[in-house]
């Protein structure tokens, strides 16, 4: 395979953590593959760990935002005294190795299969003076063996693997500055891998072991193009921003560890008033650019809706007596409500044209204002997904909640269908706020987002 990919590494050995991304298919952050690993919990060794895997950026700070939508994401466990490969990075007992063993550099105190470095003279890469070290690998691995970071896959017991080759790192020279790091003055600036993995199979027959068609030939090299020494930041070991709603988490590491934040699935969704409230709502038109001011009261149990709309220098007004069947609406100044500059009543049930009624604020059948629930197509059956409780909605801590729609209908004597998604944000119950007319989680904003 000739190819060229570029990999992105964030490792802190002492915090059992790596989050590593590979660019190797058509678009820089869109099909990115991300392998965060989060092995142990800090002071408890025995505890199962997470492998996280997804497609995409789903990093929400970055300035693309059209790759937030990953794709393959999944969460597995990892168990405390694995050892071998876990995708892209070796594992031993459960932890993942030092950077010595994971760069294949001065780890034959760790490897003994690998040689110690050899001085191999001086001489350039990218232009940058540079001493070469070289190492040779001599690997075999038995299907018998206990498991080792030497086989990527598990062989049956009658193979074996070899891995036979070369390692070529390549540092700068001391009198190279490098303008990102000062302080440093030798780094990794290169690195080349060439050999034979070959898998053979044992012949009760022939009493040895024969070469099997399974042979691969390695030829890479790798440029170092940043090397920064010391912890990352804690933010670089976390999960895609919404992996709530794009990812699968494996069950046994849920039946294992049901307390864990992950497992929490959020099913106890927020109340919503059942007899009455008033809401002031500002709606933004992300599209045209545009704020609209709602205000609206509702009540359940007189079966009634009044909402006013404000509509430049002027407030519309619409009050539903939807016990008999009435839509009073009328028009007045911002500053003036004694002054109507219009009025008209008409039935309710006739202002809702055909194929409307799901959007509609009353049960048609019934003659019923909605509940609130269904006005806000919020509850168990709108397909809600729990996103978690890390957002704020003007500096108040937020529990957040999503769901997709999708419906075909007819309006205006046609077929029309629409898709849409909501997130709906609630403030934190801990969150001090003033007191409600009836007790109920306070909603704090509502996102759509769709076409038709």
Not at 378 to 401: C, H, M, Q, S
């Amino acid at each position: 395979n000739k190819l060229t990919s570029i990999g992105t590494t964030y490792y802190d050995y002492d915090h059992d953590t790596m989050h590593a991304i590979w660019r190797f298919m058509d678009g820089y952050y869109e099909n990115a593959f991300h392998q965060l690993e989060l092995l142990h919990e800090e002071g408890d060794e025995d505890a199962d760990g997470q492998s996280w895997t997804w497609l995409g950026d789903g990093i929400g700070s970055t300035p693309v935002e059209s790759d937030d939508d990953i794709q393959q994401c999944f969460m597995t466990r990892t168990s405390s005294n694995y050892t071998g490969y876990d995708y892209l990075l070796p594992v031993e007992q459960g932890h993942i190795v030092n950077p010595n063993r994971l760069l294949l550099f001065d780890d034959n105190k760790d490897d003994p299969q690998i040689s110690n470095e050899t001085f191999m003279g001086y001489t350039t890469k990218r232009g940058i003076p540079v001493s070469s070290w070289k190492a040779t690998i001599n690997v075999e691995v038995l299907g018998t063996d206990d498991s080792s970071i030497w086989s990527p896959f598990p062989l049956p017991d009658n193979q074996k693997a070899t891995m036979v080759g070369s390692v070529y790192w390549y540092w700068s020279t001391a009198n190279w500055t490098f303008g990102y790091m000062t302080n440093e003055s030798m780094i990794p600036v290169a690195v080349e891998m060439n050999g034979v993995y070959k898998i053979f199979n044992y012949s009760d027959t022939t009493g040895d072991y024969t070469i099997l068609d399974k042979k691969t030939n390695i030829n890479q090299q790798s440029s170092v193009i940043a090397f920064l020494k010391g912890h990352p930041d804690h933010e670089f070991f976390e999960p895609p921003t919404y992996w709530r709603r794009y990812c699968t988490i494996a069950d046994d590491y849920c039946d294992n560890n049901p307390d864990e934040e992950v497992c929490d699935t959020g099913d106890d969704l927020p109340t919503l008033p059942q007899h009455k409230y008033f809401a002031i709502l500002e709606g933004n038109d992300l599209i045209n650019d545009t704020s609209h001011i709602i205000k609206q009261w509702y009540n359940y149990d007189k079966n009634e809706l009044r909402s006013e709309y404000y509509n430049d220098n002027n407030i519309v007004v619409t009050y539903d007596d939807l016990d008999e069947d009435r839509r009073w609406t009328w028009v007045h100044d911002m500053n003036d409500t004694d002054n109507i500059l219009s009025c008209n009543v008409a039935a309710y049930s006739q202002t809702i044209q055909p194929g409307g009624e799901q959007f509609a604020e009353e049960y048609i059948d019934t003659g019923h204002v909605k509940t609130a629930k269904d006005l806000w197509s919020f509850g168990p059956e709108y397909n809600i997904t729990y996103l978690g409780n890390e957002f704020t909605v003007r500096d108040i801590n937020a529990r957040v909640w999503h769901s997709e729609t999708g419906s075909t209908f007819e309006y205006n004597g046609s077929s029309t269908t629409a898709d849409w998604e909501t997130v709906f944000y609630f403030a934190d119950p801990d969150w001090d706020y003033y007191d409600a007319i009836e007790a109920s989680d306070i909603p704090l904003a509502v996102e759509f987002k769709g076409e038709w």
